[in-house]
């Protein structure tokens, strides 16, 4: 799976070997429709792509929906429709490739209910292919003691364990490492502890090998699709960001989106 002195990976450009994916499905759970809820006069998918596009010249919304596909038309991005059937967006993004006439080294897979993406949270992802071992990347946000406690106790903010070389040990919803010789309220004191935020970008080889892999017992066990991929021994590369970023999952989120886009004059 990694370069080899034989067949190394060579250095990328960022116009012609970086692709980016959004994946937007219609069906949503908590917030149906979710892409087309307008955020400050624009449908959330027309925010997002904005962003994505400002970075990477290759940009593509890979979708489901056939009213998503025509809102995407008629601002005049580019959009592509996939199988209603995909478990995950890792998956929707592998379909989408797969239809497109470029064929770039790496794919980045940007989620579609993600307006707020700063550009320099998608460089930082970018940059991590300077590694020709990085099969993958990721970002993550250190946990700030004004954060409190509760929020690095929260299941729903997955966190990652990184090693020296800046790779992904271990990404689990328990808190990680477990300070064994001091309590738990003074643990954000005595430990710098990592927020994955769900950014992604791969190699189009990788992108291959893990959408074919069958789901693992780690994965099985904390339902992170992410762990798949390390038990199989692919390279994740993480990347440090101090920026938050703000998803929207339901109509209070979508509310408070509202707000810190009057607050925000940049977006």
């Given amino acids: ?77 580019n959009v592509v429709m996939t199988s209603t059937n995909h478990r995950s967006g890792t998956d929707r993004c592998q379909e989408a490739y797969q239809k497109s006439s470029l064929k770039a080294k790496v794919i980045v897979n940007v989620q579609g209910d993600e307006p707020f993406i700063h550009p320099e949270q998608l460089l930082a992802i970018r940059s991590c292919f300077n590694d020709p071992k990085t099969d993958i990347a990721t970002l993550a946000k250190p946990f700030r003691k004004e954060d409190g406690l509760q929020a690095l106790l929260n299941p729903n903010s997955p966190k990652v364990v990184i090693g020296t070389q800046g790779r992904a040990l271990y990404f689990s919803r328990s808190v990680i490492p477990y300070l064994r010789n001091a309590e738990q309220k003074d643990w954000l004191n005595l430990h710098t502890y990592y927020k994955h935020i769900g950014l992604y970008a791969y190699r189009a080889e990788a992108l291959q090998k893990i959408t074919s892999l069958a789901p693992s017992p780690l994965e099985i066990a904390e339902s992170l699709e992410q762990l798949r991929w390390l038990e199989n021994g692919l390279d994740i590369r993480v990347a440090l960001t101090e920026q938050e970023t703000i998803g929207i999952d339901t109509l209070d989120d979508l509310r408070r989106a509202e707000q810190y886009l009057q607050e925000h004059s940049s977006f």
């Fill in 1 to 77: 799976m990694h370069a080899t002195e034989s067949h190394p990976h060579h250095p990328l450009t960022p116009e012609q070997d970086f692709m980016a994916i959004i994946p937007a499905r219609y069906a949503s759970t908590r917030f149906p429709g979710k892409p087309l809820a307008l955020l400050g006069g624009k449908p959330i998918i027309e925010r997002v792509y904005e962003r994505v596009a400002s970075v990477f010249s290759h940009t593509v919304v890979a979708t489901d929906d056939e009213r998503i596909f025509q809102t995407v038309v008629a601002f005049g991005g």
